[in-house]
């Protein structure tokens, strides 16, 4: 079974700070992603990987960076937390052609106050 | 710019029914549709991928129709259980890019 973890299930930090959310995969994909999720909005990409070092935006990029040091690993950061970015972060990761499945970890509620 | 629709939003229906749960999309032009479950405060469970090429998915109860010209997919469950509670959720692909696509979910209760 493809298992894709995150580092946290829930996670409370003050508006500025600096945050990481870690996702982990442990089935050799090439591909990574992470979305947000908000009520009202659904799901929508801020960023995917399609291997190591490489990165491309996606939907909402604003306020956030990633990094891509293993092919297993694929974190999110938010430089300075704001209020706004208060949400569901959820990673997925899939291998390197489209015709295959995403697969989802379990998602990280983050609240920013 | 495609669209995903998923319609109704919610639906609540008695243990042991049959239901189908629609989506729609406005460019045909996709690669695949995949179909995901989603519980409360939790992430997303991969049901079923559907080729671009492939008219049907099964696994166990659940049946996924795809209908490209007419741009219409459906998730079928048999014997509906209180355990297939949750929000379902489309998405498409398009073609070669890896980038889905969500629509907006049926949230499903099914009552004892």
Known sequence: ?113 | KQEVTQIPAALSVPEGENLVLNCSFTDSAIYNLQWFRQDPGKGLTSLLLIQSSQREQTSGRLNASLDKSSGRSTLYIAASQPGDSATYLCAVRMDSSYKLIFGSGTRLLVRP
């Open chain 1, 1 to 113: 079974d493809v298992k894709v973890t995150q580092s946290s299930r829930y996670l409370v930090k003050r508006t500025g700070e600096k945050v990481f959310l870690e996702c982990v995969q442990d089935m050799d994909h090439e591909n990574m992603f992470w979305y947000r999720q908000d009520p009202g909005l659904g799901l929508r990409l801020i960023y995917f990987s399609y291997d190591v070092k490489m990165k491309e935006k996606g939907d909402i990029p604003e306020g956030y960076s990633v990094s891509r040091e293993k092919k297993e690993r694929f974190s999110l950061i938010l430089e300075s937390a704001s209020t706004n970015q208060t949400s569901m972060y959820l990673c997925a990761s899939s291998f390197g052609t489209p015709s295959y499945e995403q697969y989802f970890g379990p998602g990280t509620r983050l609240t920013v106050t």
